[in-house]
T-cell receptor
Framework: EAGVTQFPSHSVIEKGQTVTLRCDPISGHDNLYWYRRVMGKEIKFLLHFVKESKQDESGMPNNRFLAERTGGTYSTLKVQPAELEDSGVYFC???????????FGPGTRLTVL | GENVEQHPSTLSVQEGDSAVIKCTYSDSASNYFPWYKQELGKRPQLIIDIRSNVGEKKDQRIAVTLNKTAKHFSLHITETQPEDSAVYFCATVSGGSYIPTFGRGTSLIVHP
């Protein structure tokens, strides 16, 4: 069974540009989470989808970040316009139910210059 | 909100030695404590977890201990091997929540 996949693995953009990250959860997993790790710091929660609905978006830094999960399958996280402090590794995770183990993707390393 | 402190940030040991990573937390409602291992260039993976009704759990060379009164929990790795080299993250989850709060990670280096 394929694990959680994320695309791209790396992205280097300039300040002010737009970037869209994609996450494909494990098939059948209704719960999808986005996290971010700034270098050397903790992995921080951004938001949680249950199917196509946003269950908790309390971790989203500001309105430059927009997450979607149309149809309840894959999810995208768009950053527009990107700022220097948005650099980090963005992880996606999925779980079958909210209380089950979360399976992480390999992450997207975003560098904003 | 919850605050999770993880120490040390870097740990260097010789192959065969033991390694201990410690985490403290602030939220007394935390009742689930997973540990994740992230090898270089790979995804974080759950390696062991413990729930608040248990004081210790062991799985081969790794063990986790929990002291709910003192609000701290630790990961113990015995007979370390080079393939144990990775970043280890502790986390806590409060009752009724799905969302883990992570520590900052410990980079473990096992020298052959």
């Amino acid at each position: 069974e394929a694990g959680v996949t994320q695309f791209p693995s790396h992205s280097v953009i300039e300040k002010g540009q737009t970037v869209t990250l994609r996450c494909d959860p494990i098939s059948g997993h209704d719960n999808l989470y986005w996290y971010r790790r700034v270098m050397g710091k903790e992995i921080k929660f951004l938001l949680h989808f249950v199917k196509e609905s946003k269950q908790d978006e309390s971790g989203m830094p500001n309105n430059r970040f927009l997450a979607e999960r149309t149809g309840g399958t894959y999810s995208t996280l768009k950053v527009q316009p990107a700022e220097l402090e948005d650099s980090g590794v963005y992880f996606c995770a999925s779980s079958q139910t909210g209380f089950n183990e979360q399976f992480f993707g390999p992450g997207t390393r975003l560098t904003v210059l | 909100g919850e605050n999770v402190e993880q120490h040390p940030s870097t740990l260097s040991v010789q192959e065969g030695d033991s390694a201990v990573i410690k985490c403290t937390y602030s939220d007394s409602a935390s009742n689930y404590f997973p540990w994740y291992k992230q090898e270089l260039g790979k995804r974080p993976q759950l390696i062991i977890d413990i729930r608040s009704n248990v004081g210790e759990k062991k799985d081969q060379r790794i063990a986790v201990t929990l002291n709910k009164t003192a609000k701290h929990f630790s990961l113990h790795i015995t007979e370390t091997q080079p393939e144990d080299s990775a970043v280890y993250f502790c986390a806590t989850v409060s009752g009724g929540s799905y969302i883990p709060t992570f520590g900052r990670g410990t980079s473990l280096i096992v020298h052959p």
